[in-house]
């Protein structure tokens, strides 16, 4: 929390003097004293961020990606991570302008769009695709979303090995390093992700939870479950049955009921990640490899799809039939009615419950056991974006400064305006939901398998999940093992990594 303290006195700081910001982040190996409104002085520390001595005589920074221009769907999709024409009052929005108009002014650029409007997926490899084959020089850079990797990175040199980028400190605190491990193949890095993100942040895959309801049953402080280690799925799933009530009367528990979850079943697929186990991790040439920890993936299987296919307590959102769309129109209303004590999904669904009576809590999914060393965050591909640099950039020298200062202000402005704004509801400000996010963010997981879907093995895993019968994993993985691995030797070849 300290550490998110400083950051958002740092933003503070840095709006009030935006009209000379450009020379003073150049004196940033000078800690420099500020007094706060009370009088209270605070010593600031020399930034790790270093600008170059660069003019790029207004050049015209490209990048591809979301432009939160979607309308009538999802609220996180009327956000641009990448540009902001005005300032609007929105705390997002403005911090984008922020962030765009210290990096303009620092390095004498503008920032374009090369415009994804949500929900046009298919558009990021597509666009991607044909400029890098055609040669075109369209973008600088890319936030391509996450279910577009596989097509995009399963080409040979179409995109900047990020490794190789003097001028990108992928050392620095607004770049993911557990992204940065996981996501290279080969010893080459396409893909990364980091603070310039913002999507990513949202695709983050947590648990909410009604506070009224946790108040009405009586149940403990979860935020000091969590913190103790105590926060299960065992644990979590005794409070889901005591919660869960019939109230029509008609002697079954189901959508209509107050229920202890709401979920899907390609959860069982997040329930790895957070716990550590990957389908496909990577051998010592840094290939991925399908091994996972049969012992310990048949474990977790044993203990989620018993719970996720227990109709006196859960239930899956494809039972939801009937409405035009059945999450906006049944499960959040039924959520904010205090039906319904808790819900799997992203981050982002936090935009969605700010108008809500009743105060909601945020926590990450629970641990396997008591024994596992922490909690893992494990991103929707469905959301989450990457920054990538296609081959045909003409200058990645000014590319990776660029995105460098992006990220660094992005640190600085955008990070803490999302963390307000996510924890944030019509009646109060939730502090700890906050520390629930941070911890979630430092332990984001990933598994390449869970992008590439080698083999169709997301669907594997999601049918198991919904049959009920979690012995069958270990035969079903050894009858898709061949087409996995062939999957896999497949993206290699393409690669050119024999």
């Known amino acids: 929390m300290k550490k998110l303290f400083l950051i958002i006195i740092l933003a503070v700081i840095l709006v009030s003097c935006a009209d000379n910001n450009s020379e003073s982040v150049k004196e940033t190996g000078e800690a420099a004293q500020e007094q706060l409104p009370g009088g209270e002085q605070i ?74 409007t949500y929900p046009n997926r298919d558009d990021f490899a597509n666009l991607f695709t044909r400029a890098t084959l055609a040669g075109d020089d369209l973008f600088d850079a890319a936030f391509l979303l996450g279910m577009s990797l596989p097509r995009v990175l399963s080409r040979h040199n179409v995109t900047y090995d990020l490794l190789t980028l003097g001028s990108l400190d992928l050392e620095r605190s607004w770049w993911d390093q557990n992204a940065k491990r996981a996501m290279s193949i080969g010893g080459k890095l396409s893909a990364v992700i980091g603070d310039v993100n913002l999507y990513s942040a949202f695709a983050a895959v947590a648990v909410f939870t009604n506070k009224q309801l946790m108040q009405d049953f009586g149940v ?110 049944f499960i959040m209303p039924k959520f904010r009615d205090g039906q319904m004590m808790f819900h799997i999904n992203q981050l982002m669904l936090s935009f969605e419950l700010r108008s809500m009576d009743a105060d909601f809590a945020i926590l990450p999914l629970p641990k396997y056991d008591e024994s596992q060393a922490g909690y893992g965050a494990v991103l929707s591909p469905w959301w989450s974006t990457f920054t990538v640099i296609p081959i045909t950039c003409t200058d990645i020298e000014r590319t990776g400064i660029i995105l460098d200062a992006m990220g660094y202000y992005a640190q600085q402005y955008i990070m803490p305006a999302y963390y307000d704004v996510t924890v944030t509801n019509k009646l ?46 270990i035969s079903q993985f050894e009858r898709n093992e061949p087409r996995i691995a062939a999957a896999i030797q497949s993206t290699l070849d393409l690669l050119e990594l024999n």
């Open 43 to 116: 010593l600031d520390q020399p930034s790790e961020f270093e600008p170059a001595s660069v003019d790029y005589g207004g050049y015209n920074f490209r990048i591809l990606g979301y432009d939160g221009e979607a309308t009538g769907t999802w609220q996180a999709a009327a956000i641009s991570e990448i540009i902001a024409e005005e300032e609007t009052g929105e705390p997002i929005n403005d911090a984008v302008y922020r962030r765009n108009r210290e990096v303009e002014a620092l390095y004498n650029i503008e920032f374009g769009i090369v415009p994804v």
């Open 220 to 329: 403990d402080d979860l935020y000091q479950a969590v913190r103790d280690g105590r926060w299960t799925w065992d644990y979590m799933y005794g409070i889901m049955q005591t919660a869960s009530r019939d109230l029509n009367g008609d002697g079954i528990i189901d959508k209509d009921d107050q229920v202890g979850l709401f979920m899907q079943y390609q959860h069982l697929y997040d329930a790895f990640g957070s716990a550590g186990e990957f389908m496909t991790p990577k051998n010592e040439r840094d290939l991925p490899e399908f091994a996972p920890n049969m012992s310990r993936v048949s474990a977790i299987a044993d203990k989620l799809v018993p719970i996720f296919n227990d109709r006196d307590t859960t239930v899956e959102s494809g039972a939801v039939t009937g409405f035009n769309n059945a999450f906006f129109d």
């Open 428 to 473: 109060m400000r939730d502090e700890e939901s906050i520390e629930m996010m941070e911890l979630m963010f430092a332990n984001r997981q990933f598994d390449l398998s869970y992008f590439y879907d080698w083999g169709g093995i997301n669907a594997i895993i999601t049918n198991i999940s919904s049959s009920g019968n979690p012995g069958t994993i």
